[in-house]
């Protein structure tokens, strides 16, 4: 590696780290203010005595303080911290998530390569594409359980199948813009030189193609868990986060800041599957030799 590369490389490296130190700085400072306008808002609601478009108390708006300090107590009486139990079931749902995500996005990418080599698919095939997104999930995560489980599959690949459901649309919509967004010019050079197909989507379209599959797969990924948790309820998972949500939420009178507790961990995988596609998106396209020069 010559020094002017090393140097650009070494520079490329502490701009990725300033950044991320910067987007965790304005992260936790929105999260500050999240909380201080939760707060605030139920300190105001208390002292007005507010009634809608809900009353102010205790079991609708807990402290925040309480919602995070319920992590750490134990969920039962001598038994381990909430925490605990959540981080294992976070990983359980995170599973199927991840498998459904893979499948899904696996699922919108060759749709969207199909619909890029043929106009008459895009205006065929296009409007059911959109239809099916209309079709609330809830609806249709029973019918897999019993599709799939009805015949010996495990409970967790009715999740993964249910998971991906939501994941397949933004991403084959977003491969065929990416597709089709390349230089004719540079597609005429490629078909000058009598590359097929192949050749052409490899080399020009799929490079083409990354920063559009990536918002895609940023839409994806929290949405991937999602699909997982909603899934796990007619499956009649009890290992993953629905099964917490429904154990949970039995007890929301007597313990509110528990079903909270369950909600952050929740947002906070969905969080994590979106700084990982986010990560990815950076080692990919922004280190790309025609970006670190």
């Known amino acids: 590696m010559t020094p002017a590369l090393e140097r650009s490389g070494r520079g490329a490296l502490l701009r990725d780290l300033r950044a991320g130190v910067r987007t965790l700085g304005l992260s936790a400072l929105l999260m500050a203010v999240l909380c201080g306008v939760w707060e605030s808002y139920r300190w105001m609601g208390q002292r007005l005595e507010l009634t809608w478009p809900f009353e102010i108390n205790e079991r609708t708006m807990p402290h925040t303080w309480d919602m995070v300090g319920q992590l750490f107590e ?5 038994g381990p911290l909430l925490i605990e139990i959540l981080f294992d079931a976070a990983l359980f749902t995170a599973r199927e998530a991840l498998v459904g995500f893979v499948l899904g996005a696996a699922i919108g990418f060759a749709i969207g390569v199909v619909l890029a080599h043929s106009r008459l698919l895009q205006r065929g095939f296009l409007p059911y594409l959109v239809a099916s997104q209309t079709i609330p999930i809830l609806a249709i995560a029973p019918m897999v359980v019993v599709w799939l489980g009805g015949n010996g599959a495990p409970a967790w690949v009715s999740v993964a199948v249910i998971s991906a ?71 009649s998972i009890q290992d993953g986060l629905a099964g917490a949500i429904l154990n949970f939420n039995q007890y929301y009178v007597t313990s509110p800041p528990s079903l909270w507790a369950v909600n952050i961990i929740a947002a906070l995988l969905g969080i994590a599957f979106f700084a990982a596609v986010a990560l990815a998106e950076r080692l990919v396209v922004h280190r790309r030799p025609e970006n670190v020069a």
């Open 74 to 78: 134990p969920a039962q009486r001598n």
């Open 165 to 235: 459901y939501l994941t397949f649309f933004p991403v084959a919509i977003n491969t065929l813009r990416g597709l089709l967004s390349i230089d004719p010019r540079a597609l005429d050079l490629m078909r000058s030189y009598a590359a097929g197909w192949w050749p052409i989507l490899w080399k020009l379209r799929v490079p083409a193609s990354l920063p559009y599959l990536f918002t895609a797969f940023k839409v994806a990924a929290p949405a991937a868990v999602v699909g997982a948790i909603i899934g796990e309820l007619p499956s």
